[in-house]
């Protein structure tokens, strides 16, 4: 991981859909708006849904995937698949420790 890297503690909580349920952890609020000030020169790059490419380590596990601003108050929520969540042996309701780097 060689970008600008943030590193945050959260718990794993649930987003209910109509059609699924995901897990999630959210950025802090202030990481999120520099992050999305950051984005702003980045545009060529970005992603569908205003979505950021990173680079997630947690527990010892690294993976690419993307941070999506997904609530009104402005901060990114990093969604975690399945298959993550079994090899790290987390839940909702899990603390964890995550560092992301910013892949431009």
């Given amino acids: 991981m060689d970008g600008l ?10 987003w209910v859909g109509s059609k699924s349920t995901w897990h999630y952890v959210s950025l802090p609020l202030a990481m999120s708006d520099e ?4 984005s702003q020169y ?8 205003g979505a950021v490419k990173v680079d997630v380590a947690v527990q010892g596990q690294q993976w690419q995937t993307s941070i ?8 990114y929520a ?12 987390i839940a909702a ?9 910013l892949l431009w």
């Fill in 93 to 101: 309701g899990s603390e964890i420790a995550v560092t992301l780097t």
């Fill in 78 to 89: 990093l969604f975690l698949k399945a298959d993550i969540r079994k090899q790290l042996g």
């Fill in 35 to 38: 992050i999305h000030t950051l």
């Fill in 68 to 75: 999506f601003p997904a609530f009104e108050d402005g901060r």
């Fill in 5 to 14: 890297s943030y590193s945050f503690n959260d718990v794993i909580k649930l």
């Fill in 42 to 49: 980045h545009q060529t790059k970005r992603r569908g849904w």
